[in-house]
């Protein structure tokens, strides 16, 4: 029994390490809280702060444990909601009061009555629409709140100016003390925590890529003596599928933080809704793929599938690394075009080597041809690898995109130094109507690669030394 | 102007009525809680009621209004959580200020602060658990909160046990008022909401399967005719994409209800969450099939395309026939696998037909074969329909788990009678072995149907009339 409770207790205690391992800003957040909730006791024990607010003091440690949440943009989305829902409420009960009066000792419940049951009715409906819910449902909340309080209590107590005066002035210092401990103690911007998470979620799509190609090609002998759960790419992917409730609320959040490292107070942040959008629409694409990585898929490789490896792997690594250039852009805030459309244009010209080879291959492969089920899973793939291409070419538009509207840094505003322009002419045949209908063009178009010091782009110093 | 503000005017109103329309229940729980917070306010105006809770008849007040939720399950775990929370602060409260008391005037305040931000910074933390965040996320907030009041204001008001006492009394009303107006006046049951939302998002996909046959094989003429905004069941599938965190919010209020309709107190409401994650599953693969669907792959059929062109569309229908199947089951609470079966071993028959001719076919479609690439598309479709039915027969076993947890009504509990029962083995060749690694074994049995009333079997009800 002892022992078990030791057990128990241990147990217990590494889920607390691992919590605060997983992230330290939780341990950090605590600590904060408890500060802020510290810090707006001095209203009840320090004397003259006690005088002056009265018992109303007791409505600062309520606003202190009610809006102070994880990140910046939560907590001031709240603290303002509730400044702003308390201030319209409490105007709204003082004439809601004097209409009451109005009618006389008798009347006065009943003019209340219906006035509280009219306006909580409409509010609560307005928490329905889509723009409120986002961004004013807790506004909503305090507003019918503080009405209810301030037009049922004032019938009561004849003293609301009072009350609701002291209760503006302790939601006003218990919101000031939350967003001063919330910002000046190692902020947690909800902003910065989107875009490290859709980074995040982008390089996890890139790990899957990069190692698509060895597990997929040649796997027998890997397959075995590495089990699956030394291979975390092969899984990490699956976060992205879920990733729109938190991208949205965090969207909603970042959208009333202050200017802060990097972002800008009118950040688009709106964007990253939408890049988040198509990493989805290519983790799609991804788990179509991962279908086809089953176990009992994997086996000795026939004559098509050695056909397709090489096309297939370049395809599937260049993907993964334009998806990385694009992650890496982000993170530092810098154009992502010229580094990730280098990796682009590379899985571009594998997907048309691609195509040529089917083209054109089927003699090499007659024993498999007969057979055309044998092959399905193979050019499965090879389809599924070719819309991935499209998704992140649509990514590294969205990101783009991004990188105008938020103003990343261009890589160097000097005059570009032209290395080498040209187009290649995919391989086209005069029997290729079908196919070139179905599959959209590819033009490989050599970009004008500026010289500049990016890290990332060191690569590309050398004239000639593009691909 | 005047007309201006006319035209925004008719804007909202418009708006009003199509929330009001898409889910009536809205309009309901606006006025639901506009009675409660009506009736909550007796406290306040009848003279017998306010001298017995005094002032902390506000608490009541504020209680309806932050409890009171659109689900009666959502309602009874706030309500609970705010209860339990407060009793347990409440008493720890009356502990610590009794500890405090000890120290003398001037250690009180210190004792009070280090055990403030002690308990405050412990319980924020213990929010990050993903099991207490889930259920009991609110709870913990209340607890921080009466918790902060109680000792912070014992100190000052030395009458906290009164506090405590009128404090919990008037959430206890004001809860039970909620609870009462939620449960009696039409409630709106996160259990039954969950049971409809993933059946019609069964439904949706279902759709989609049912018109896809007809979109991709024959809709040169009709493409043009019918916009695709008339084609709704294209689009529909889509919400089932990001259906999780709604899924599992209802799931967790779910499990405080009572027993309301045909689900009881322990219906398995967790393993809906299971076959809300098949179906996603199911929804990801048609996410990869309607990205073939787009305008410019659809044009004049080849050779190729119109010979998988039968099996494919029987492939298509019979699934979303045994998802609409599936659908019906649920909605009725019956058994799914005799209705559902036949579809999906049609499903499964033509699975095997398209493999057939898939090994057999080359030599009628010489001409497309020379040209792997131009096949590709066709053979992908043909693919992913193969998976679907995979996905299709993983949702029939999840629903027929349920089923079974459930206890959903057996068809007929009187002895079966048999109508046909046997085998057919899958057509399998010599030299078949890679693709019988790589497709599951397709062994159609022909279940034992069961006579019964279910109208959805009628078509059964006739022996030998089962294909």
Same mark, same amino acid.
Request: aromatic share 10%; with cysteine.
């Given at each position: 029994m002892g022992i078990q409770l030791k057990n128990k207790a241990m147990d217990v205690a590494m889920k607390i390490k691992k919590l605060g391992q997983d992230d330290p800003r939780r341990i950090i957040h605590s600590i904060k809280v408890g500060v802020a909730l510290t810090l707006v006791s001095l209203f009840y024990y320090w004397k003259p702060l006690y005088d002056g607010f009265g018992a109303s003091g007791i409505w600062a440690v309520i606003t202190v444990v009610v809006i102070f949440e994880f990140t910046v943009g939560a907590t001031l989305s709240k603290g303002l909601n509730r400044g702003l829902g308390t201030m319209l409420a409490g105007a709204l009960g003082v004439g809601v009061d004097y209409l009451a009066n109005l009618s006389g000792q008798k009347g006065e419940p009943f003019v209340l009555g219906i006035f509280v049951f009219l306006i909580a009715a409409s509010a609560t409906f307005s928490r329905f629409f889509p723009g409120i819910k986002a961004r004013y449902d807790y506004g909503v909340l305090i507003f019918i709140l503080t009405f209810s309080m301030v037009s049922v209590s004032g019938y009561r107590v004849d003293e609301f100016l009072t009350m609701a005066h002291q209760r503006l002035a302790t939601i006003l210092v218990g919101g000031a003390i939350c967003i001063i401990v919330s910002i000046v103690v190692c902020p947690v911007w909800a902003g910065e925590t989107l875009h490290n998470s859709i980074i995040s979620n982008i390089n996890k799509?890139?790990?899957?890529?990069?190692?698509?190609?060895?597990?997929?090609?040649?796997?027998?002998?890997?397959?075995?003596?590495?089990?699956?759960?030394?291979?975390?790419?092969?899984?990490?992917?699956?976060v992205v599928l879920n990733s729109k409730s938190t991208e949205d609320s965090m969207a909603n959040f970042a959208r009333w933080e202050p200017r802060h490292g990097n972002f800008g107070f009118r950040h688009p942040w709106k964007h990253y809704l939408k890049i988040g959008s198509v990493a989805r629409q290519c983790a799609y694409h991804i788990e179509a793929l991962n279908f086809h990585l089953s176990p009992h898929q994997l086996q000795e490789p026939s004559q098509f599938r050695r056909m397709l490896e090489v096309p297939c792997k370049t395809i599937s690594s260049e993907s993964g690394k334009a998806l990385k250039a694009l992650a890496t852009a982000m993170k530092k805030m810098t154009d992502p075009s010229p580094s990730s459309q280098l990796h682009l244009n590379a899985a571009k010209s594998a997907v048309n080597d691609l195509k040529n080879t089917l083209k054109s291959g089927t003699t090499q492969i007659s024993d498999d041809i007969s057979n055309l089920l044998a092959i399905i899973p193979d050019a499965t793939v090879a389809s599924i690898l070719i819309d991935i291409v499209k998704s992140v070419? /649509?990514?590294? =538009? +969205?990101?783009?995109?991004?990188?105008?509207?938020?103003?990343? %840094?261009?890589?160097?505003?000097?005059?570009?130094?032209?290395?080498?322009?040209?187009?290649?002419?995919?391989?086209?045949?005069?029997? /290729?109507?079908? =196919? +070139?209908?179905?599959?959209?063009?590819?033009?490989?178009?050599? %970009?004008?690669?500026?010289?500049?010091?990016?890290?990332?782009?060191?690569?590309?110093?050398?004239?000639?030394?593009?691909?």
């Open positions: 799509l890139a790990n899957y890529l990069e190692g698509f190609g060895g597990e997929y090609f040649h796997c027998s002998d890997e397959h075995v003596t590495i089990p699956e759960k030394d291979k975390p790419f092969l899984q990490e992917y699956k070419e /649509d990514l590294s =538009e +969205a990101v783009a995109e991004l990188s105008l509207k938020a103003k990343f %840094k261009r890589v160097s505003p000097e005059k570009p130094q032209l290395l080498h322009k040209g187009t290649i002419k995919p391989f086209v045949e005069e029997d /290729d109507n079908v =196919e +070139a209908q179905q599959q959209p063009h590819v033009v490989i178009t050599v %970009k004008e690669i500026e010289n500049n010091n990016d890290e990332d782009l060191r690569v590309n110093k050398k004239p000639g030394f593009l691909f």
